[in-house]
């Protein structure tokens, strides 16, 4: 399952983040590591971007890159 997947409201751990190069480093740079703890706030009508709060703060992603993000 991907954080693509999770709905509103709904919490999840990261388990793999897929990519690579800068993407992944990027990804990682925003604070989204392996095990940590993500809970999806809400999401755009039109679906993109998703906004999340990892580590205590917000962030919005596009679903391109929340695709690339395995949790469970």
């Excluded at 388990?15 to 095990?35: F, P, S, V």
């Amino acid at each position: 399952m991907t954080l693509k997947q999770v709905r509103v409201g709904g919490t999840c751990r990261v388990k793999r983040i897929n990519g690579e190069g800068a993407l992944r480093r990027r990804i990682m740079d925003m604070g989204i590591t392996k095990g940590v703890e993500i809970y999806v706030r809400k999401v755009a009508p039109l679906g993109d971007p998703i906004e999340i709060n990892v580590r205590n703060y917000e962030l919005s992603l596009r679903k391109a890159d929340a695709e690339l993000i395995e949790v469970e």
